[in-house]
């Protein structure tokens, strides 16, 4: 049964690193991860999509381990206004499924 | 620079009623994907088209149709609505279909209530 989890919340305060992982035990072998940043009554907004190893943008990053099991986003240095939802959204064979999201809360 | 375009914003129907939601693309992209979210919901993979064929489905009802026309518009049409038909619906489209950079650009979504 294809799933994709997320840790429900976590709390940073500004200026940290979150790490913000995503289990997908049965991704299809050819599809990307792709991370979403969403905010309440909007649509979800693209972060960063990565096939395997490390991918680096200009405000966040991805690790996936060889096994592609699991991805990481990083955000190097987060603010008030970073705090959102995210999700991981991970292809399957026939479908592609959203995680579960997790619920960001930056402090000052 | 051109985004999404969902029409309506908002939509409230009564239970048993029809109601069709529309998507407009970006312009040159081909592949459109529908999603349903409940409140404190993660979105939920619909249906997706790729040149005007169905490409993927997912958990969309059998009360539920789309179809993408030619011009890559997209409709989303249900019937026989429920209560628990009461959510977001987001549209997103995307320059590829599965596989590798197929980024998907979300609509501000549908807000449909069902009374």
């Known amino acids: 049964l294809a799933k994709t989890t997320q840790p429900i919340s976590m709390d940073s305060y500004e200026g940290q690193e979150v790490n913000i992982t995503c289990s997908h035990n049965?991704?299809?072998?050819?599809?990307?991860i792709t991370w979403y940043q969403q905010f309440p009554s909007q649509g979800p907004r693209f972060i960063i999509q990565?096939?395997?190893t490390k991918v680096t943008n200009e405000v966040a990053s991805l690790f996936i381990p060889a096994d592609r099991k699991s991805s990481t986003l990083s955000l190097p240095r987060v603010s008030l206004s970073d705090t959102a939802v995210y999700y991981c959204l991970v292809g399957y064979a026939d479908k592609l499924i959203f995680g579960t999201g997790t619920r960001l809360q930056v402090f000052p | 620079a051109a985004g999404v375009i969902q029409s309506p914003r908002h939509l409230i129907k009564e239970k048993r009623e029809t109601a069709t939601l529309k998507c407009y693309p970006i312009?040159?992209?081909?592949?459109v994907y529908w999603y349903q979210q409940g409140p404190g919901q993660d979105p939920q993979f619909l249906i997706s088209f790729y040149e005007k064929m169905q490409s993927d489905k997912g958990s969309i009802p059998d009360r539920f149709s789309a179809q993408q026309f030619s011009d890559y518009h997209s409709e989303l049409n249900m019937s026989s609505l429920e209560l628990g038909d009461s959510a977001l619906y987001f549209c997103a489209s995307s320059p590829l279909d599965r596989g590798p950079y197929n980024e998907q650009f979300f609509g501000p979504g549908t807000r449909l209530t069902v009374l």
């Open positions: 049965n991704i299809a072998t050819n599809d990307y």
């Open positions: 312009p040159r992209h081909d592949t």
């Open positions: 990565g096939y395997k």
